[in-house]
Nanobody, 126 residues
């Protein structure tokens, strides 16, 4: 069984930086792809970034390229999302997700992922 737990959200001002963490427990993640999604009020959950656990290969949504950085720490079994130059439109609940990887590819839809954390709220407001 895989369990994911996000942390690091909060209330920040525009222009601030924030790092979200996703701690994974339950099994080895060498054959997994991990992702970050976000969901703003009244909107659908959207893909933000993903990382292949074994290779560290990353992929980003066009809307966050250059400001968001996804990474992972194998020893800590933790994934991170660093967000720079935060904007009010970044306000959302941020979720981490995991999928066992059987075939390489782009996994951009929530339904692609098997395991989810409970989410952490990020609010950007002055």
């Amino acid at each position: 069984q895989v369990q994911l737990r996000e942390s690091g959200g909060g209330l920040v001002q525009p222009g601030d930086s924030l790092t979200l963490s996703c701690e994974a427990t339950g099994r080895t993640f060498r054959s997994f792809i991990m992702g970050w999604f976000r969901q703003a009020p009244g909107k659908e959950r959207e893909f933000v970034a993903s990382i292949t656990w074994s290779s560290g290969s990353t992929y980003y949504a066009d809307s966050v390229k250059g400001r968001f950085t996804i990474s992972r720490d194998n020893a800590k079994k933790t994934m991170y999302l660093q967000i720079n130059s935060l904007k009010p439109e970044d306000t959302a609940v941020y979720y981490c997700a995991a999928k066992q990887l059987y075939q390489s590819g782009r996994y951009l839809l929530p339904n692609d992922y098997d395991y989810w954390g409970q989410g952490t709220q990020v609010t950007v407001s002055s």
